[in-house]
C-alpha cells in the first residue's frame, strides 16, 4: 500500500501569518505551487494558503441574497459566510487570505485516503505532519497524478 511518504513533497516551503499577500504569491508562483502550510513562529501550523485563496480575492463583493417572509427578511448565506468572504477578499496578509483548519494527514497516511479527502473536501493542498507535530511534506494534486504515470509504467 502506497502512502503519503510515498508521494509528499519535501523539504516544504512554508509561508508566515504576517507575511504580505504578494510576497506569498510570488513565493507560490516562483516555486511553482498551488499552496503552503502557513506557521507560527512555534512551527505550528495554522492554515494553508492556496492560489484558490488568492483568486478569491479578486470575486466581486458577495452581496447576501434575501428573501421576505412575511414582511421578514431571511438571509440565504449566514451573516458569519458573508464575512469570511469579505475578509479574504480585503486580506493584505497571509493570516486574512488563508484557509483556516487545514486538513493535514501523517506519512502513513493511505494515498486512497488522501484522494478521497482532496475530492470530498474540496482542496488541493494536504500538509503531511509527523505525530510529534513536524512538518515533513505536502501533497498536491500533481503528486497525485504522478502516482497515475508511474503506476501505468
Known amino acids: 500500500m502506497r502512502t503519503a511518504r510515498d508521494i509528499m513533497t519535501s523539504p516544504v516551503i512554508t509561508l508566515k501569518p504576517t507575511m504580505e499577500i504578494v510576497t506569498a504569491a ?26 484558490d485563496d488568492l483568486i ?18 431571511i438571509p440565504l448565506h449566514s451573516v458569519g459566510q458573508v464575512e469570511k468572504e469579505m475578509e479574504k477578499i480585503a486580506a493584505t496578509t497571509v493570516e486574512h487570505a488563508m484557509t483556516r483548519t487545514p486538513v493535514i494527514v501523517t506519512p502513513d497516511t493511505a494515498i486512497e485516503d488522501i484522494a478521497s479527502l482532496m475530492l470530498d473536501k474540496k482542496i488541493h493542498t494536504i500538509p503531511v505532519q509527523q505525530y510529534d507535530g513536524e ?16 503506476a501505468a509504467r
Open 26 to 51: 510570488k513565493i507560490l508562483m516562483d516555486n511553482h505551487i498551488n499552496g503552503a502550510p502557513v506557521v507560527d513562529d512555534d512551527g505550528t501550523i495554522v492554515g494553508v494558503l492556496t492560489r
Open 56 to 73: 478569491t480575492q479578486q470575486r466581486k463583493i458577495p452581496l447576501p441574497s434575501y428573501f421576505v417572509v412575511l414582511d421578514a427578511l
Open 135 to 150: 512538518i515533513v511534506g505536502v501533497i498536491g494534486k500533481e503528486d497525485l497524478l504522478k502516482t497515475l504515470f508511474q
